[in-house]
Nanobody, 125 residues
């Protein structure tokens, strides 16, 4: 089992920045790829960003590429999502997720086994 706890959400004005953190506990953190997903009201959960076990490979949705940065510290069992130049459309509950890094895909929710409880991000225009 892996437990994931997100923090760092909140209210920010459009154009502003926030950093989300996701602290993991349980099994060996460095065995897992980590992803961030988000879900806005009335919409399906969507992929935001992912990072492989070592941090050497990162992946982003087109909607956040160039604005968001995913990173991880295996020493601290934590994954981060730095969000810059936020738009009102980025308003959502953000979830971090962990999945065994066995060389498959990164962008589908079904590829992840463990999920955090979510952190609300609200961007006011």
């Amino acid at each position: 089992q892996v437990q994931l706890i997100e923090s760092g959400g909140g209210l920010v004005q459009a154009g502003g920045s926030l950093r989300l953190s996701c602290a993991a506990s349980g099994r060996t953190f460095s065995n897992y790829k980590m992803g961030w997903f988000r879900q806005a009201p009335g919409k399906e959960r969507e992929f935001v960003a992912a990072i492989n076990w070592s941090g050497g490979s990162t992946y982003y949705s087109d909607s956040v590429k160039g604005r968001f940065t995913i990173s991880r510290s295996n020493a601290e069992n934590t994954v981060y999502l730095q969000m810059n130049n936020l738009y009102s459309e980025d308003t959502a509950v953000y979830y971090c997720a962990a999945g065994a890094d066995i060389g498959l895909g990164f962008s589908r929710a079904t590829e992840y086994d463990y999920w955090g409880q979510g952190a609300q991000v609200t961007v006011s225009s």
